[in-house]
């Protein structure tokens, strides 16, 4: 399936900021309906990696290919194709000036054209979806910041992608609020949505992706099965990675 | 122990009593001062120079609520143009384009380092440069470009600085939605932006008003004079200058609501955060 079906294809991707090499000759594909999982040491380009594939960093090398467009191609209308490619940040970057529900529908009212009656019944539906169907009306501010990233989820669901990217989404959150995001993204997996996660939540890789991939240095050091890398990994920076992580006292 | 025991008994005041007695001071030499002002002053002299009841009633009643009305005319059409050239004057020193970024940024440098009087005197003598030249409903054209010259300067750092504020994540979330680059602009960063200018933009424009009163180098009749030009007139003719104090005075009129209004707005605009 990984050969045939790619949603994303990558390749040959190389990112500098300023002399700073921070990926270095990526190649990397998902299937549709696969979670993968980016893990690795901050610096080593699982972010930048994830921010390529949307554009939001315009990579000076390689091509980026998801759902049969090419990205990458300056004739390509990247307005459009992001329409189709979901993201979640690490910092929820929801609207303030909006509601949960305006947050959702703004982009199917600007973006989409479509009416406003509609768009709310769309922008409702995905907020049901991720269990805030009581905070429609509730500014930002007054929600905390696990109910913001669900509704940043579903503001990014309500666009109907076929792709979701989840940038460290749970990163910022305080520890008794990881769960109910985790439980909102692993039901989306559940669902079949394909799915790009960096994440620092090993259990979560472990339990939900079909493949991790392990980054350092600006390159993907290994990947594969999440029970294979995750408990038998064949490089030793890998190891070296999952026992910091895992053991974070001792030493 | 002991050490710090002993420092403690030599210092006699505690810093708190101190403070009290130093602002028991201040309290002092106010209440001294205005004592003494009041009783140098010459009252009878002041209430006729300044406050002639008679002269109060007569500037009221005859032209003080048209030059009024005629300040706020000057400066609303200024503000309204400095803001949207202040707008787009902010854009363009943001703009990747070179260019864009230099002449904006010579714009403003120039602008905003001349007396508002000397682009007053500049756009009054225009005419002379370009023969035939004839800004639009007179004197309001002339005034307003003026005016909105003189403010898009100082509004378009102001907004510059409030678009800046707005963190780069809005704009990665707008765009990462599909909303085009003036799309996230329009509907993201700018309702922010304003929220964060309301204050600096409410100075700039309490500037405008002030600055309105330099429209009498322009050259205006009578019907379109506005507070200080109308105050002087009358304390010419007058040959006393309550009618200027009374004038000066209706500045506040304008003003003070206007704090009142944008205080509240402030509070309706933090409640939403």
């Known amino acids: 399936m990984t050969q045939t079906d790619p949603l994303v294809e ?4 190389n990112k500098y900021f ?3 090499h921070v990926l270095r000759d990526i190649d ?7 979670v993968v999982c980016v893990i690795g040491p901050s610096g080593s380009g699982k972010s930048t990696l994830l921010r390529c594939v949307n554009l939001l960093e315009t990579p000076q090398s390689g091509t980026v290919k998801v759902n049969e467009q090419e990205l990458t191609d300056p004739d390509c209308d990247i307005d459009a194709a992001r329409r189709q490619i979901g993201m979640v940040f690490q910092q929820f970057n929801l609207f303030p000036h909006h509601s949960a529900l305006d947050n959702c529908t703004l982009a199917l009212t600007t973006v989409l054209k479509k009416k406003r009656d509609e768009a709310e019944r769309i922008a409702r539906e995905n907020l049901e979806r991720v269990g805030l169907a009581e905070k429609v009306d509730a500014y930002p501010a007054r929600l905390s910041g696990g109910q913001q990233q669900r509704v940043a989820i579903a503001r990014a669901l309500s666009m109907d992608p076929a792709l979701m990217l989840f940038d460290e989404p749970t990163s910022a959150l305080d520890p008794e609020l990881v769960g109910e995001v985790l439980t909102v993204m692993r039901r989306l997996a559940d669902e079949g949505m394909t799915m790009i996660v960096v994440t620092h939540e090993i259990a979560f890789a472990r339990e939900v992706a079909d493949r991790v ?7 993907i050091v290994e990947q594969g099965k999440p029970s294979t890398l995750l408990s038998e990994p064949r490089e030793p920076r890998t190891r070296d990675f999952l026992k910091r992580v895992l053991e974070p006292v001792a030493d | 122990m002991t050490n710090r025991g ?4 030599q210092r006699k005041t505690s810093p708190r009593i101190r403070a009290r007695r130093i602002r028991a001071v201040q309290y002092a030499v106010l209440v001294v001062a205005f004592i003494a002002a009041a009783l140098l002053a010459d009252w009878p002299q002041i209430g006729r120079t300044f406050f002639d009841p008679g002269l109060i009633r ?5 032209g003080l609520w048209l030059a009024l009305w005629n300040t706020l005319v000057y400066t609303a059409g200024g503000f309204v143009l400095g803001l949207v050239a202040g707008t787009l004057l902010a854009m363009m020193r943001l703009s990747e384009v070179g260019p864009y970024r230099w002449l904006a940024t010579i714009y403003i440098e120039f602008f905003r380092g001349l007396p508002a009087l000397v682009v007053f005197m500049a756009f009054s003598l225009l005419p002379l440069a370009f023969p035939g030249l004839a800004m639009p409903l007179p004197p309001y054209g002339t005034v307003w470009a003026a005016l909105g010259i003189v403010g898009s300067a100082y509004m378009a750092e102001t907004i510059r600085a409030g678009i800046q504020a707005v963190p780069k994540g809005q704009i990665e979330a707008a765009r990462s939605l599909g909303m085009s680059a003036g799309q996230a602009m329009w509907k993201i960063t700018l309702p922010q932006a ?11 424009l309490i500037m405008l008003i002030k600055d309105s009163s330099l429209v009498f180098i322009v050259g205006l009749s009578a019907a379109n004079f506005d507070l200080t030009k109308f105050g002087r007139a009358a304390a010419n003719s007058n040959v006393n200058i309550t009618p200027l104090v009374v004038a000066g005075l209706g500045y506040l009129v304008i003003t003070l609501p206007l704090s009142i209004i944008v205080r509240r707005m402030e509070a309706a605009a933090s409640k939403g955060r």
């Open chain 1, 10 to 13: 990558i390749r040959g991707l």
């Open chain 1, 18 to 20: 300023g002399s700073n």
């Open chain 1, 28 to 34: 990397f594909s998902v299937a549709r309906g696969e």
């Open chain 1, 213 to 219: 991939v392990f980054m350092d240095g600006g390159g």
């Open chain 2, 6 to 9: 002993a420092g403690v008994g």
């Open chain 2, 58 to 62: 007569d500037t009221v009643a005859h």
């Open chain 2, 194 to 204: 304003f929220r964060i200018m309301i204050p600096p933009l409410t100075n700039e």
